[in-house]
């Protein structure tokens, strides 16, 4: 069976988790804590980042810096990850699920003014498989409105908006390193903060809403409760196993660019082909997060899945829509998502991951070619 995805491990992981074991100081904010947020902060120049033990926590801690309260309204996509309006969700908030775009999932940045209220707080923005959303188009709309903008990048490692890192241009933006995104620890994520004045609460709330951190830099005599907050960090061994995969990113990405090509220059040759290939702006990078087709229906989707299935290939499905979720249904406005429906019938993810054999690729394009037949 070809699996849907597979994690990848450099070989250094179980080293540097033996050496933070052997430091003698494995709870969080430690030595690998600070090389991975160093990294991150080098690399793409983020203002600070702080390690968390997942992007659903990176998220937890914007919904507390932006002081969401009971009745805010904050807009986001509804072709999304529960974790991206949970957060706000908890709070408080009330959600306004955008559409999607017709071209690609990312939410439609041109319908996004028709949503603003004078409740609004924010918009949290996903780049879906790691493609850019429209954000010059979101960044003025919301400065326009004085919004925060959080984008979840969830997806996003390395890739760029016209050559700007994704997650640098929000007030604020969150990554996983769940071992199905790119660069994994098993669980975990990070916070990144673009706005300097939201930095020193952000290190409170990390730290269960004590000054701790300022404490350790030798700011304060002791540490008190000083805000909200609670136990976001992750602890050394995580931090240890990211570091290990931080050190092969640009290999990790290439590998898996050099595995999204192939699929798209084998598929794209193809003639009526009743299905459609990933759409990524110009505006655009492609980190190679997630590697897509769109079938032109429900039936047609769940027919290639079974075909697949049946031919030892695992290929998936991916959100189902937030607005009409168990949860929301009933709290939704009512509007109709069209693009967002459409995605979520006809969406489907083929297996991608560093390893997967050249020969296991041509196995999964010639069924999906004969399914087409
Ligand atoms: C994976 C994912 C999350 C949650 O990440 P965790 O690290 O598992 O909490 C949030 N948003 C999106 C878009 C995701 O894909």
Redesign the pocket.
């Known amino acids: 069976m070809i699996p849907f995805n597979k994690p990848y491990l450099t070989g250094k992981e179980t080293h540097y988790i033996y050496d933070a074991v052997h430091s003698g100081k494995i709870s969080g904010n430690g030595k690998y804590t600070k090389l991975c947020q160093a990294y991150f902060e080098e690399r793409y120049g983020f203002k600070k980042c702080l390690l968390t033990t997942?992007?659903?926590?990176a998220?937890e801690m914007c919904a507390l810096l932006i002081n969401i309260q009971p009745g805010d309204e904050v807009i986001l996509p509804s072709y999304?990850?529960v974790?991206?309006a949970n957060a706000f969700a908890l709070r408080g908030a009330k959600l306004v699920f955008a559409d999607s775009g017709s071209e690609n999932p990312n939410m439609d940045a041109d319908a996004l003014s028709k949503l603003i209220t004078a409740k609004t707080k924010a918009i949290v923005v996903?780049h879906?498989a790691g493609v850019a959303c429209d954000m010059d188009e979101i960044m003025s709309v919301a400065k326009a409105n004085d919004l925060f903008v959080i984008e979840?990048a969830?997806?996003s490692v390395e890739s760029f908006y016209n050559g700007v890192p994704l997650g640098s241009i929000g007030n604020l933006a969150?990554f996983?390193?769940?071992e199905?995104?790119n660069i994994i620890s098993g669980?975990?994520?990070m916070l990144v903060l673009n706005d300097e004045t939201l930095v020193s609460r952000a290190e409170i709330i990390w730290e269960k809403g004590t000054n701790r951190s300022a404490f350790f830099r030798g700011e304060v005599d002791k540490y008190s409760w000083v805000d909200i907050g609670s136990s976001f960090l992750p602890s050394e061994v995580i931090s240890a196993f990211l570091y290990a995969q931080l050190e092969n990113l640009e290999q990790i990405q290439s590998e898996r660019i050099k595995i999204w090509k192939r699929y798209y220059e084998a598929l794209s040759v193809q003639e009526n082909l009743r299905m459609r290939l990933p759409y990524i702006p110009t505006f655009a990078s492609n980190n190679a997060h997630m590697f897509y087709l769109l079938c032109d229906s429900l039936e047609d989707r769940d027919q290639l899945i079974a075909f697949l299935k049946e031919n030892g290939v695992l290929a998936v499905f991916h959100y189902l829509p937030l607005h009409a979720s168990p949860y929301y249904a009933d709290r939704h406005d009512g509007r109709i998502l069209p693009n967002c429906d459409r995605y979520a019938e006809t969406l489907l993810r083929l297996p991608l991951y560093y390893g997967i054999s050249e020969e296991e690729q041509q196995k999964v394009i010639r069924l999906v070619k004969a399914h087409y037949q």
């Open positions: 997942s992007c659903t926590d998220l999304t990850f974790s991206t996903v879906y979840d969830a997806h969150t996983s390193f769940h199905t995104k669980e975990g994520g």
